[in-house]
């Protein structure tokens, strides 16, 4: 006998859609994907530093470029050039720093354009979040090589704000220290700016004061005493962060996660920045 169907085999199969679509729905966010912001076509720069020849050769602009590790779209190649690669060393004998230039390989700059979007932490191009500071394997059509992000242009796209407080029972002033920084590190720090600890995620604060100091190294000269010497196109940067503590036992905790101990190091970024800081200096506990 033909069984009819009735309404509750149409409320079973509600029911089963239903939990189907919810499935898909949390896939979707375990995986990072965000498929109903809005994007908006944005740049980055990545530098490869002693590279072939040959590699800027291999390039065209227009062609698709992906991330190495694991394909994931980047954007199209908008332009590239190349420069001879320029090593600054110091030389003991002479008690400076002496540049040359290195025959064999050169500096290469792309810049990829792409549909990117802003969270308040992050910048992300298709599906990879983009730091400056961090490295990133590249790929396109005939050359493939792992590169550093040197800058970010939003093209006057709209950037997500940031107004994360955080918690604590107390706040701390401190410093933190970019050593031996290049000068876009300095550019991509503003007044204002959050820093996040790379892996927990824990609030570290927010910027209040940007300065930048001289970065080089100490030898010994000719007569025997030490000698301090400027390394050319770097600094150290050191900023001034207010932060919310958590006291605990065993030390202080910013936001109750990344405990602040001075003279330690961690990875810091921001919407813009990724790089290993140093803590500096805790000036003051209010």
């Not at 961690?266 to 290993?276: G, L, M, N, P």
């Amino acid at each position: 006998m033909k069984r009819r169907f009735n309404i509750v085999d149409a409320v079973l199969i509600a029911l089963v859609l239903l939990a189907g679509v919810g499935a898909y729905a949390l896939r979707d966010r375990s995986t990072g994907a965000d498929v109903a912001r809005e994007t908006y076509p944005m740049r980055f720069t990545v530098e490869f530093t002693r590279a072939p020849h040959a590699m800027v050769d291999a390039m065209h602009a227009g062609d698709d470029v992906y991330r190495s590790t694991d394909g994931a779209h980047l954007g199209k190649l908008a332009d590239f050039y190349a420069v001879p690669h320029v090593e600054n060393v110091y030389s003991e004998r002479l008690g400076r720093f002496v540049e040359y230039e290195c025959e064999e390989s050169d500096d290469v700059y792309m810049v990829i354009e792409g549909d990117a979007h802003s969270t308040a932490k992050d910048i992300v191009f298709g599906t990879v979040p983009v730091k400056i500071g961090a490295e990133l394997n590249v790929k396109g059509r005939g050359f493939a090589k792992i590169g550093y992000i040197i800058g970010i242009d939003p093209m006057g796209a709209p950037v997500a704000a940031n107004t994360d407080t955080g918690v604590g029972s107390s706040e701390a002033v401190y410093e933190l220290c970019f050593e031996d920084a290049r000068p876009f590190y300095r550019e991509n720090i503003h007044v204002g700016d959050r820093f996040y600890e790379s892996i927990t995620g824990a609030l570290l604060g927010t910027v209040e004061d940007i300065r930048v100091e001289p970065y080089g190294v100490t030898y010994i000269g000719a007569d025997g005493e030490p000698r301090w010497m400027e390394r050319p196109g770097r600094a150290s940067v050191i900023v001034t962060m207010r932060g919310n503590l958590v006291d605990k036992a065993d030390g202080y905790y910013l936001d109750g996660g990344t405990e602040l101990k001075i003279g330690a190091s961690i990875i810091a970024q921001s919407q813009y920045i990724s790089r290993t800081v140093l803590f500096y200096a805790l000036k003051e506990i209010q």
